[in-house]
């Protein structure tokens, strides 16, 4: 079974520019999940989706990111501008069904570097 | 203070000894818990679920105390693959990560 397939797998960009990350989860899994995870800490949940819609992007920055999941497979995660403190990895995960009592399976991640 | 509370580390320990991790975590409504395990420089992947009576998976067992709001990992008899960073995590109705302790494991 394939797993979560996610690219870049990492990008160079300057401060103020822009940028996408895609994500191309478990087939037949129903909730896509965009995690931020800063070099030294754990991964934090930005947004999550079950099927195409928003369950939770309660700690998105919304002035900034934007994420879309328009035909409930695959997903797009923009930063736009990006500030230096946007450095980190951008992990997808997915699950079966949603409520967190599955196993999320994660994606290799998108090293992001804003310089 | 932070949801989900681990020690860093690093713990450097000689194959075959015996290792124990501890979490703290601040939300007593947490639903469920687990151990992550994540390889330097790739994504986190799930070791074990963490349940109320104790668990056990070959040679690791995971203990909760919810009354304590505390979860533990122990690892018996180290391998040099048991090298990585450990994840506690809790569910709140969405997962919440500590920021990991790391474990090397020398020869």
């Known amino acids: 079974e394939a797993g979560v397939a996610q690219s870049p797998r990492y990008k160079i960009i300057e401060k103020r520019q822009s940028v996408a990350f895609w994500c191309n989860p478990i087939?037949?899994?129903?909730?896509l999940y965009w995690y931020q995870q800063i070099l030294g800490q754990g991964p934090k949940l930005l947004i999550q989706?079950?099927?195409?819609?928003?369950?939770?992007d309660s700690q998105l920055p919304k002035d900034r990111f934007s994420a879309e999941r328009l035909k409930g497979v695959d997903s797009t995660l923009k930063i736009q501008p990006a500030k230096l403190e946007d450095s980190a990895v951008y992990l997808c995960?997915?699950?079966?069904?949603?409520?967190?009592?599955?196993?999320?399976?994660f994606g290799p991640g998108t090293r992001l570097t804003v310089t | 203070r932070k949801e989900v509370e681990q020690d860093p580390g690093p713990f450097n320990v000689p194959e075959g000894a015996t290792v124990a991790f501890n979490c703290t975590y601040s939300?007593?409504?947490?639903?469920?818990f687990f151990w992550y395990r994540q390889d330097c420089r790739k994504e986190p992947k799930l070791l074990m679920s963490v349940y109320s009576s104790g668990n056990e998976d070959g040679r690791f067992t995971a203990q909760l105390n919810r009354a304590s709001q505390y979860i533990s990992l122990l690892i018996r008899d180290s391998k040099l693959s048991d090298s990585a960073t450990y994840l506690c995590?809790?569910?709140?109705?969405?997962?919440?990560f500590g920021q990991g302790t790391t474990l090397q494991v020398k020869p």
């Open positions: 989706f079950q099927n195409n819609g928003v369950v939770d």
């Open positions: 995960a997915s699950s079966l069904v949603g409520g967190s009592s599955h196993e999320q399976y």
């Open positions: 995590v809790v569910n709140v109705g969405k997962l919440i």
């Open positions: 939300n007593s409504a947490s639903q469920s």
């Open positions: 087939s037949g899994h129903a909730t």
